[in-house]
């Protein structure tokens, strides 16, 4: 009866143990998040922004993987660009709360929202406009939006759909890093087309 208890007990051990463990997919997530923080993309799992297609092809649905690049001594306009047949396509729909010279008197459920009377409507950078994604096609796919504001450009995709097998049956470990630092050149190169204008 007592070897009984004790192949129990070790057995239950065993299995806590077990469940403990992150699953493969865990893991592979895991690898690609800790790899974009070493090549400093700062990676973050965010909800969906409301103008960005997530979940079941809904705006501001789920949950999404944002990657922010920090590019020191750089000044870029806010701006936000949203994936449309391969190609960025600008989001003109945002109010930008911040002071400028043009003025525009917003409906109060809105300014209810921002809360002062007076917004400012940033005119629509269009300086990526049609321009193709041009990334790996282990990630083209997954990519949703990107994001300037002041020092940073931030992209949002669904990292998660990269790391699974049925998402992505190309992936393999040894690709990361590679997809990774071409998503990092082309978010510098769309950094620096913006800042143009």
Known sequence: MGIFIGVLIVLFVLGSMMALKPNGID???????????????NPKLVACPDW???????????MMGQYCLVL???QLP??????IDGQWRPDSSFVDTTRDTTKLTIPSAIRSNYGHADTTVKKTNFSLDKVPLDLPVSIEPFIKGLWTKANSIIIYWEDIAYVRPLSNPAYHHSLIEKDLLALKENLEKWAIEVQKT
């Open 72 to 74: 020191d001594d750089t």
């Open 78 to 83: 806010h701006t936000r660009y949203q994936v």
């Open 27 to 41: 893991q592979r997530l895991d690898r690609l998040r800790m790899t974009a923080r070493r090549l400093q993309l």
């Open 52 to 62: 960005i297609k997530g979940k079941d092809n809904e705006y501001g649905r789920g």
